[in-house]
């Protein structure tokens, strides 16, 4: 079994009230995956800390990453 993982959107947009939106985005991108022969998994989150700067004015950024996590019969 290999696996891969595929970035999701960091913020989905959707007009109104209309949730089936976002639902639908993510359904689009396990679908695609899913032509290719991968089969959805999960959705995970990790968190990357980053410092930036120089010598005296470090200061340290963190970014929320998720990813759709696939696998398939390598």
């Known amino acids: 079994m290999i696996y891969k993982a595929v970035p999701g959107p960091k913020t989905v947009v959707i007009k109104g009230d209309n949730l089936q939106s976002a639902c ?40 929320t990453i998720y990813m759709l996590i696939f696998c398939k019969d390598a």
């Open 24 to 63: 639908d985005y993510f359904a689009d991108i396990i679908n695609n995956e899913a032509k290719a022969g991968w089969t959805y998994v999960s959705m995970e989150t990790i968190n990357t800390y980053e410092v930036k700067g120089c010598l005296w004015n470090k200061h340290s950024v963190t970014h």
